[in-house]
């Protein structure tokens, strides 16, 4: 608003202000826009994910500076093939001090869409088997002697269990922003959408010795406003290290280990 103020305070024989400041708006508004455009990601071609093994230490960062141990994981992709389809195995395990817990998802190695996800939830005393069809999700979920069963319908959403493997498939450029509908299989079911925004390139250090010059990026899931702050390679777009900030101050961070 200051800069219209100005223009109309400018004396007639000042044309070229008028000019310049009218081709200022114009750019801003160009720059606003681009900023402002949202793709809504329906398909992906997976082009980056192969088989690999990576590690990252999961940790709260204490107002006091101070740091509470919360996990070591380890993100193993393998390729397999399931039931006569061509597929990655996704295998997350979360060391804890109570004990180790294990997903598995099953992906389509073209598109990532989900084929089935299995779980040993060993901290809380539960498994999950879920498969994929066509039209249907059907989920299972077994604690001690008890099994429970429900169907949904699948609506072609992403597993949002793999979110990081299906964001780093994403034509990164700064300013855009795009959306992916999620469903979270299992016990706890859910549909969402995750919301990701390219703020601009940062290198970060992961240790003394290793700087990685990645994409920021800010994304947040369902009706959240508190978005997580992630930070991908600029190569592979694999993610460096992640971010969440909790209300008072703590924050969540998620960080690879270099080895």
């Known amino acids: 608003m200051r800069w219209v103020t100005t223009i109309f305070n400018l004396k007639p024989f000042n044309m070229k202000y008028y000019i310049v400041i009218f081709s200022f708006l114009c750019l801003n508004h160009l720059l606003y826009s681009q900023e402002l455009k949202i793709d809504s990601i329906d398909t992906i071609k997976a082009t980056k994910v192969t088989p690999s093994?990576?590690?990252?230490?999961?940790?709260?960062?204490?107002l006091d500076g101070s740091v509470t141990f919360n996990s070591i994981l380890t993100r193993e992709i393998q390729k397999i093939n399931y039931k006569g389809d061509k597929a990655f195995l996704i295998i997350q395990k979360y060391q804890m001090s109570k004990g180790t817990d294990i997903d598995s998802s099953f992906v389509n190695a073209v598109n990532l869409k989900p084929l089935a996800y299995h779980t040993n939830i060993s901290s809380q005393g539960y498994k999950e088997i879920v498969e994929f069809s066509k039209n249907e999700i059907?989920?299972?979920?077994?604690?001690?002697d008890s099994i429970s069963n429900s169907m949904k319908s699948n609506n072609k959403s992403f597993n949002g269990v793999i979110t990081n493997d299906v964001i780093g498939e994403l034509p990164f450029e700064i300013g855009k922003v795009f959306v992916l509908n999620m469903v979270n299989p299992g016990k706890r079911y859910k549909e969402y959408t995750t919301t990701i925004k390219v703020l601009g390139i940062e290198t970060i250090a992961l240790n003394t010795t290793t700087k990685i010059k990645c994409w920021?990026?800010?994304?947040?899931?369902?009706?959240?406003?508190?978005?997580?702050?992630?930070?991908?390679?600029?190569?592979?777009?694999i993610q460096m290290k992640s971010v969440f900030k909790f209300g008072e101050g703590k924050k969540f961070i998620r960080t690879m280990i270099i080895q």
């Open 53 to 62: 093994i990576k590690k990252y230490i999961q940790y709260i960062e204490n």
């Open 138 to 144: 059907s989920n299972q979920i077994i604690t001690g």
């Open 216 to 237: 920021k990026l800010n994304i947040t899931s369902g009706q959240s406003n508190k978005g997580t702050t992630e930070w991908y390679s600029m190569d592979y777009q």
